[in-house]
């Protein structure tokens, strides 16, 4: 069984930053590849960005491509999202998943990931 637990959102004035974290635990579960979603009111669930298993090959939305960062520490246990210069519509809660699967890159497709965090609410004022 894999237990993901988000933490770090919040409210935060346009422009500004926020770094979310993700806990996991659960045998191998820093052997999958991880990834960190939004789903804002009214629309569906979008991939945020995504991180293999060794660290070595991220994915990153074009929307939040040169302002989020995606990063994971295997020995902590952890993903990060490091999210600057946040725009009101970045507002949105954000889940972390993980992809049991064995695949060489970061999959975009949010029903090919089996196990999800509770969520994080993040939501940014203009």
């Known amino acids: 069984q894999v237990h993901l637990v988000e933490s770090g959102g919040g409210l935060v004035q346009a422009g500004g930053s926020l770094r979310l974290s993700c806990a996991a635990s659960?045998?191998?579960?820093?052997?999958?590849?991880m990834g960190w979603f939004r789903q804002a009111p009214g629309k569906e669930r979008e991939f945020v960005a995504g991180?293999?298993?060794?660290?070595?090959?991220?994915l990153h939305a074009d929307s939040v491509k040169g302002r989020f960062t995606i990063s994971r520490d295997n020995a902590e246990n952890t993903v990060n999202l490091q999210m600057n210069r946040l725009k009101p519509e970045d507002t949105a809660v954000y889940y972390c998943?993980?992809?049991?699967?064995?695949?060489?890159?970061?999959?975009?497709?949010?029903?090919?990931?089996?196990?999800w965090g509770q969520g994080t609410q993040v939501t940014v004022s203009s």
């Open positions: 659960g045998r191998t579960v820093m052997t999958y590849n």
């Open positions: 998943a993980a992809d049991t699967r064995i695949r060489l890159g970061v999959t975009i497709e949010d029903y090919k990931y089996d196990y």
């Open positions: 991180i293999t298993r060794n660290g070595g090959r991220t």
